[in-house]
């Protein structure tokens, strides 16, 4: 099993969404709203006291825990749909999973998934 984490620009949500949709065997894909910069896009405010030092840009993760043979098919889908071809279209990452339990049934493994 593996887990896809993708950081997305907010208005490339619904095109990746649907194109994720199209995929057998994707059972499912969590959504959180994010701020966050990468090189070069912050902006320091030194003569500020604040906690808040940074402008953070808005985005939007996916996260997806899926079969391993679909990873490169699901990351593939996510480049497609959320470039823009501009900077900060974000980025994808992959890891490996090591285990998975559904709370409600006990079941592990790939069928927690």
């Not at 619904?14 to 994010?34: D, N, Y």
């Not at 953070?56 to 470039?83: G, H, M």
């Amino acid at each position: 099993m593996k887990e896809i984490k993708a950081y997305i620009k907010r208005h490339k949500l619904s095109s990746v969404t649907l194109a994720l949709q199209k995929i057998e065997g994707l059972t499912g894909v969590s959504v959180s709203e994010v701020r966050g910069f990468g090189r070069g896009r912050a902006r320091n405010v030194p003569d500020k006291v604040t906690e808040d030092l940074v402008d953070f840009i808005p985005q939007v993760k996916l996260e997806i825990i899926c079969r391993d043979e679909l990873v490169e098919t699901i990351v593939s889908t996510i480049e497609q749909a959320a470039r823009t071809s501009l900077r900060g279209d974000g980025k994808i990452y992959v890891s490996p999973v090591e285990a998975a339990i559904r709370i409600s049934t006990g079941e592990r493994g790939i069928k927690a998934v």
